[in-house]
C-alpha cells in the first residue's frame, strides 16, 4: 500500500538541497507537486497542501528539516477529517454498523474482513445479510462468516431488510454480542429507491457507525458516490477497496479533505486479513518513509498470543524450534495477510517491499512441500528434528509419504536446521552484532 507514493515522496525529498534559500523551496515543492499529481490525488487537494507546506516552512526559516516538519503536520491535516479514527466501540455494546455501498465495490467481502479484524481483537461478532437485491449476497456472506468462524444471521425469502434488522438486532441483544454488522444492498448506480431501502433501514437499525465502502479502482467517482451517500443518508466513515490494484493512491490522500469524513480502512486484496486501518499520523509516516510500526506491532498482537510468543523464543535460544513450531507460526502468518504489506510497514522498507514479489503463504509451491513432509512425520518426528536428520530410513519414509524426492527432503531438512542455527545466534547476544554487521 503506497509502495509508488512514498518512494516518489522519498526521491523527492532526497533530491532537496537547501541552502536557506527560497529558491531550493519552490524546487521542493515542484518536486512534491510532480510525485502528488503523477498519484493522482485531487489537484486541488494538492495545490492546498502546498501552499500550507510553503506558508510554514517560510515561517519557521527555509531550511530542510522546517519542510519536513511542515510537510508532515500539513499531510497529515489534509488527511484527517472530522469523526473517529480505526475502530470504535459504543459504550454500550452491541456496536452497530451498516455497511453501505455500491454493487461490486467489495461491501460483502469487507464485511467479512471487518468481522475477522473485530473477532482477532476478541470481539463477539454477529455479520446480518440485509442485502436481499443482489440474488447470491446472502449465501455469499453465510460462507464467508463460516471461513472465519464468525455468526451469521439471515432469513430465508424473506423480502423486507427492515425485519431482517430488526430481528438481528433483538438477537444480538439477548446474546450479547459486541459488535453486529450490517451488510445493505447495494445497486449498480445510486438511485432514489436505494436511497430510500438504506434510510429505512439506517432508521431502523439506528447505527453507531455507516460505513460506505468505495472501489479505489473508480479514482474520483469513489470520492463522488461517497459525498452523495453522505448527503442522503449520512455515513461516519469510508473503506477503500482493491488497493492492491491501485499502485497509485492518490483517492487515499485527498478523499478525507474532499468529502469531510474521514477515511476508516484500506482493503489490499481479496483474502479475510487483507484490511489495513488507515490512521492519518501513521500514514504520513509511511509516505515519509519513517514505516508504520505501531500498526505492525497493532497487528502482531491480535493475531500472536504472547506467552505462546515467549515460549518460541526460549526453544529458539536453546535450539529446539521444531517442525511443530514452524507449522504454528506459519498458521499465525497467515492470519496478518500480506507479508508486502507487512515488510512496507518496517521503516525504510519501502522499496524493498516494491521489490518483492508477494509471497503467497497459502499457495507457495515451496511451503506447500515443506507442509506435506510435516504431514508425512510421525509426532515425535516433529518435535524433533534430529530424529530425521541422521536417519536415512525415516528420510525415505517421509519422501515417498509427501510425494517429495529424497533430494527435496534433504534440501528442506538442512535449509530448516540452518534457519533453526541462525535464530538461534540471533536470539544470543552475538546475533546482535551480527544483524549490525550484516546491515554495514
Ligand atoms: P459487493 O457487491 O459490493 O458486495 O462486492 P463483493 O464483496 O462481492 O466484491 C466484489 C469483488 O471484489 C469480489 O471479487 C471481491 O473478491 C473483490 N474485492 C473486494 N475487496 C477487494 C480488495 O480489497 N482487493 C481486491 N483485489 N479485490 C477485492
Redesign the pocket.
Known amino acids: 500500500m503506497f509502495e509508488t507514493l512514498s518512494n516518489s515522496f522519498s526521491s523527492a525529498l532526497k533530491k532537496i538541497r537547501f541552502k536557506d534559500d527560497e529558491k531550493a523551496l519552490k524546487k521542493a515543492l515542484a518536486e512534491l507537486k510532480k510525485s502528488l499529481l503523477k498519484a493522482d490525488v485531487h489537484h486541488k487537494v494538492v495545490k492546498e497542501l502546498l501552499q500550507r507546506v510553503e506558508l510554514d516552512t517560510k515561517a519557521a526559516g527555509i531550511g530542510r528539516d522546517s519542510f519536513l516538519k511542515a510537510l508532515q503536520k500539513n499531510l497529515t491535516q489534509i488527511l484527517t477529517a472530522p469523526g473517529k479514527q480505526g475502530f470504535v466501540y459504543a459504550s454500550k455494546p452491541p456496536t452497530v454498523v451498516l455497511m453501505t455501498?455500491?454493487?461490486?465495490?467489495?461491501?460483502?467481502?469487507?464485511t467479512g474482513k471487518l468481522a475477522n479484524y473485530l473477532k482477532l481483537r476478541g470481539k463477539k461478532v454477529l455479520v446480518v445479510a440485509a442485502?436481499l437485491q443482489?440474488l447470491a449476497?446472502v449465501e455469499?456472506l453465510r460462507q464467508i462468516a463460516q471461513q472465519i468462524d464468525v455468526d451469521f444471521f439471515g432469513e430465508e425469502d424473506e423480502k423486507d431488510p427492515v425485519k431482517v434488522v430488526n430481528d438481528a438486532l433483538k438477537l444480538a441483544r439477548e446474546k450479547l454480542y459486541d459488535v453486529v454488522l450490517i451488510?445493505t444492498a447495494?445497486r449498480l448506480a445510486i438511485d432514489e429507491a436505494l436511497m430510500e431501502e438504506l434510510k429505512r433501514v439506517k432508521e431502523a437499525a439506528n447505527p453507531d457507525e455507516v460505513f460506505y465502502?468505495a472501489d479505489s479502482l473508480t479514482g474520483q467517482d469513489a470520492v463522488r458516490s461517497a459525498a452523495k451517500f453522505n448527503e442522503d443518508i449520512g455515513i461516519t466513515g469510508v473503506i477503500l477497496?482493491?488497493?492492491?490494484?491501485d499502485s497509485k493512491g492518490g483517492v487515499a490522500i485527498s478523499l478525507a479533505h474532499q468529502i469531510g469524513v474521514p477515511l476508516r480502512f484500506i482493503?489490499?486484496?481479496?483474502k479475510m486479513p487483507?484490511l489495513e486501518v488507515f490512521i492519518p499520523e501513521r500514514i504520513t509516516n509511511r509516505l515519509m518513509g519513517a514505516g508504520d510500526i505501531e500498526s505492525l506491532a497493532e497487528k502482531t498482537a491480535a493475531v500472536i498470543d504472547e506467552k505462546q510468543a515467549k515460549k518460541i523464543s526460549k526453544k529458539i535460544a536453546k535450539g529446539k524450534f521444531n517442525f511443530e513450531d514452524f507449522l504454528e507460526q506459519l498458521e499465525s502468518m497467515k492470519k496478518m495477510g500480506s507479508l508486502k504489506n507487512l515488510i512496507s510497514m518496517i521503516p525504510g522498507m519501502g522499496n524493498m517491499a516494491k521489490a518483492i514479489k508477494d509471497l503467497d503463504l497459502e499457495n507457495s509451491k515451496e511451503i506447500k512441500k515443506i507442509k506435506a513432509m510435516i504431514n508425512s512425520m510421525t509426532p515425535k518426528e516433529r518435535k524433533d528434528p534430529d530424529l530425521i536428520l541422521k536417519n536415512n530410513s525415516r528420510k525415505r519414509r517421509i519422501a515417498q509419504g509427501a510425494g517429495l524426492s529424497q533430494q527435496e527432503v534433504n534440501k528442506i531438512l538442512k535449509q530448516f536446521n540452518n534457519a533453526a542455527k541462525f535464530a538461534k545466534k540471533f536470539a544470543g547476544k552475538k546475533g546482535m552484532q551480527d544483524m549490525q554487521n550484516l546491515m554495514k
Open positions: 455501498g455500491l454493487q461490486g465495490s467489495g461491501k460483502t467481502t469487507t442485502d443482489r449476497a455469499q451488510d447495494g465502502v477497496t482493491k488497493y492492491d490494484g482493503g489490499t486484496g481479496e487483507d
